[in-house]
């Protein structure tokens, strides 16, 4: 068995996909490297996949698969894993070559018995023309460098500070346990795989390590605010299955509970703010639709979301006016944070 499984999801990757890869190598034979070619048609991705497969057998596996969408990449890779433990890479993204030594030796340190059904790290800011790079940890929220459970969690989550893909890597029976299945030719289903297994996870381990490098600047990014607008459709998608697997699934455990709220206050925030954006008739029907589903599901967790400082900004009463509030409100945080 293999210690660590990279999945890389691939669509028309080929002009950046390699510096990924190659900032995996380094993990040698403890690591598996999944490229997932999702059906490209521009470029030569499954070729490079391949290359990579015949100068590391054993280390690099090529997949080919019909287009599905990133979600289905994931899934396929999960498929193919046989390490103990599973991250996502995404193609134009990569990982520091310390803080990866590091988190290697960390895994390895763990016996079987005793590791953690999450470990999480932290992740920097890689945007094109910003004159710092932001990174976003967690050393206020949990205990640094020792197994902790929900409930040794030392302080609420900032706004910037929300597990994301970038910064968790969940150990591989997790995933299979709660039976993660992302939905197929839908974007911003990264969201649901930190979501959905976070009620199986009962040991969490912080290592405080600048290890993923996520890059913001290609115009064609899922992220870009343009195109955020353009698939808001299934932005709201996930939003509406991750508010029924909350109201489904069973939490034990308080703080993981108060966590998954405050996770799904966010998703609100950001589908309806770019609701606000868009500035159509369509659009803003859209947003009262979905706060609309949220209260007939269920009218606690409505009041929970709706009547917090979130729900509140993208609520803001004064038609036009209100909605203005709520731009800036936003333009300001992604000056902050730098998002998108």
């Known amino acids: 068995m293999k210690l660590l499984t990279f ?30 070619d999702d059906g490209s048609t521009k470029d030569n991705t499954l070729e490079i996949a391949k290359k990579y ?11 080919h698969q019909e287009n599905g969408g990133h979600g289905e990449a994931v899934n396929t890779g999960l498929r193919n894993a046989t390490g103990r433990f599973y991250k996502v890479v995404d193609s134009d993204d990569w990982v520091d070559g310390k803080s990866y030594k590091k988190v290697l030796e960390t895994l390895k340190s763990f016996s079987e018995d005793n590791e953690p059904d999450m470990m999480i790290c932290n992740y920097v800011y890689e945007k094109v023309g910003a004159p710092r790079k932001k990174v976003v940890h967690y050393r206020n929220v949990f205990p640094i460098e020792k197994m902790f459970g929900w ?9 910037d500070q929300y597990i994301l893909m970038h910064s968790v890597i969940y ?3 997790v995933l299979k346990e709660c039976a993660l299945e992302l939905p197929k030719h839908t974007f911003y289903v990264d969201n649901i795989f930190v979501f959905e297994p976070l009620p199986f996870v009962k040991k969490m381990y912080y290592l405080d390590t600048n290890f993923y490098r996520y890059f913001i600047g290609r115009d064609d990014q ?6 955020m607008i353009s698939r808001i459709d299934q932005q709201l998608r996930v939003t509406r299955r991750m508010i029924e697997s909350y109201l489904s699934l069973e939490h034990n455990n308080e703080k993981c509970r108060y966590y998954m709220r405050n996770y799904l206050r966010i998703m609100m925030e950001i589908s309806s703010i770019f609701l606000i954006l868009s500035g159509t008739k369509e659009n803003l029907a859209k947003k009262k639709e979905l706060w609309k589903f949220v209260k007939e599901r269920d009218a606690k967790l409505y009041k929970e979301l709706r009547y917090c400082a ?13 909605r ?3 731009k800036i409100g936003y333009k300001v945080m992604n000056k902050l944070i730098g998002f998108n």
């Open 53 to 63: 497969e015949a100068l590391y057998p054993g280390i690099v596996k090529a997949v």
């Open 7 to 36: 999945a890389i999801p691939c669509y028309n990757s080929a002009a950046y996909m390699e510096k990924c890869i190659n900032s995996l190598l380094a993990g040698g034979d403890d690591v598996e490297i999944i490229i997932v």
């Open 310 to 322: 979130l729900g509140w900004s993208v609520n803001i009463p004064g038609g036009p006016v209100g």
């Open 222 to 227: 899922s992220v870009n605010e343009k195109v």
């Open 151 to 159: 409930d040794e969690m030392l302080a609420k989550f900032k706004v």
């Open 171 to 173: 150990k591989t029976s």
């Open 324 to 326: 203005g509030i709520s």
